[in-house]
T-cell receptor, first 113, second 110 residues
């Protein structure tokens, strides 16, 4: 079974620029998550999708972050404009259903200059 | 106060030691409990997943959950240098919302 695929692995941008991350979940997984992991901390949930609908985006900074999951498969997370405090690893995870174990990709490491 | 508090570490042990990693949580809505292992520059890897109080064993790993005390533990027997990583505890509600601890970094010295 192929794992969760994320790209790019690394991204360096200047503040106020925009950036997008892509995630391809494990085939057949209905639930998809985006997390932000700041150095030295655990992952913090940004948004949870069930198929192509949003279940929870309560911790997503909606003035600058957006996410979509078209056709209930791949997903993109966008930041526009980026701030220095957005420097972090952005992790995507998927699970068969919402109360099943999550499987993570290796993340995108974002550095803001 | 965070909903999931994890012993911060870091932890350094000799090879072959028994390791105990611990977390507490505050929200009674948490029904599922997980332990993840995260190597440097990698995503978290699921080690253990349980939804009931008691012990669950998988090889050298034992997860222990005490819902009455809101306390979860991971024990690693016969620790190996390859176990050196950051260990994250996590909890889920029935709706699948996950909350993670901040991790404990473990180093197993040969």
């Amino acid at each position: 079974e192929a794992g969760v695929a994320q790209s790019p692995r690394y991204k360096i941008i200047e503040k106020r620029q925009s950036v997008a991350f892509w995630c391809n979940p494990i085939s057949g997984h209905a639930t998809l998550y985006w997390y932000q992991q700041i150095l030295g901390q655990g992952p913090k949930l940004l948004i949870q999708f069930q198929n192509n609908g949003v279940v929870d985006d309560s911790q997503l900074p909606k003035d600058r972050f957006s996410a979509e999951r078209l056709k209930g498969v791949d997903s993109t997370l966008k930041i526009q404009p980026a701030k220095l405090e957005d420097s972090a690893v952005y992790l995507c995870a998927s699970s068969r259903d919402s109360n099943q174990p999550q499987h993570f990709g290796d993340g995108t490491r974002l550095s803001i200059l | 106060q965070k909903e999931v508090e994890q012993d911060p570490g870091p932890l350094s042990v000799p090879e072959g030691a028994i390791v105990s990693l611990n977390c507490t949580y505050s929200n009674s809505a948490f029904q599922y409990f997980m332990w993840y292992r995260q190597y440097s520059r990698k995503g978290p890897e699921l080690l253990m997943y349980t939804y009931s109080s008691g012990n669950k064993e998988d090889g050298r790993f034992t997860a222990q959950v005490d819902k009455s005390s809101k306390y979860i533990s991971l024990f690693i027997r016969d620790s190996q240098p390859s176990d050196s990583a950051t260990y994250l505890c996590a909890t889920n509600t029935n709706a699948g919302k996950s909350t993670f601890g901040d991790g404990t970094t473990l180093t197993v010295k040969p």
